[in-house]
């Protein structure tokens, strides 16, 4: 049974949230606080968090930021009433997995939080595969890591997939579509921004070899070329 840790000041909306989940199977722990929520994390280590964006003591963003110290792979969904670009693209930058603007469904929620853990919960464990060369770096997709010359850069859990179909696919455009559908499940302003957020953050994580590159193919996607 996936534990859920919902971090929200507005009561009577946490409370409406908590019952929905635990009805749908889910255990939920609930903070009213952001520092209340980071202590909450540290003892149980839940399977996924939804943090509202705007609380007091440490806000979601802050708590994001600590959460993404600790665990770089535990799925976090954003709650908030902000819809600006420059927004949603901070709080993936951040480590955010998914954006919910307020008001919401419970449908909706629900959905988002079944996305972020259904891989987790039911992919088979699978043979670790061989670490792969992508240019002077090695790219380990099951340690989610970057290696080269001595130096160790962690991916976060979505930018390792975003590498791994560029790899896949490497010297080839991938379509911005395809790789839209198959890591957020839609094609969406949002998730084309949050995809944005993680090329990004490939090319600087790649760019001291200067023989690999993320190239932008106008209208169509991405391609890595080694």
């Given amino acids: 049974m996936p534990t859920i840790l919902l971090v929200e000041d507005e009561l009577s909306l946490a409370l409406i949230v908590q019952d929905n989940l635990v009805s749908r199977g889910f255990t939920v722990l609930h903070a009213a606080d952001g520092q209340a929520g980071l202590d909450l994390f540290r003892r149980h280590r ?19 930021r600590q959460v993404r110290r600790e665990d770089a792979t535990v799925p976090l969904i954003f709650l908030t009433a902000r819809s600006q670009p420059a ?8 480590g955010g997995s998914d954006y919910v603007k307020k008001p919401f469904s419970i ?75 198959a890591l957020w499940g839609d094609d969406t302003f949002f998730n084309g921004r949050s995809l944005d957020v993680y090329i ?20 169509l996607g991405y391609k890595l070329m080694l």
């Fill in 107 to 181: 449908e909706e929620l629900v959905a988002r939080i079944n996305a972020r853990l259904l891989p987790r919960a039911s992919a088979p464990t699978p043979t670790p595969p061989a670490i792969v060369a992508i240019g002077q770096y090695e790219f380990d997709y099951p340690h989610q890591r970057l290696h080269r010359q001595g130096h160790t850069q962690a991916l976060t859990n979505r930018e390792a997939e975003v590498l791994q179909h560029l790899y896949r696919q490497r010297n080839q455009v991938l379509g911005r579509a395809e790789v839209l559908q």
């Fill in 46 to 64: 839940p399977d996924l968090l939804v943090v509202d964006v705007m609380m007091p003591v440490l806000d979601g963003f802050s708590l994001a």
């Fill in 87 to 94: 927004d949603v693209v901070h709080g993936f930058e951040l």
């Fill in 200 to 219: 990004t953050r490939l090319r600087r994580y790649l760019r001291a070899d200067a023989d690999v590159q993320i190239v932008n193919i106008r209208g």
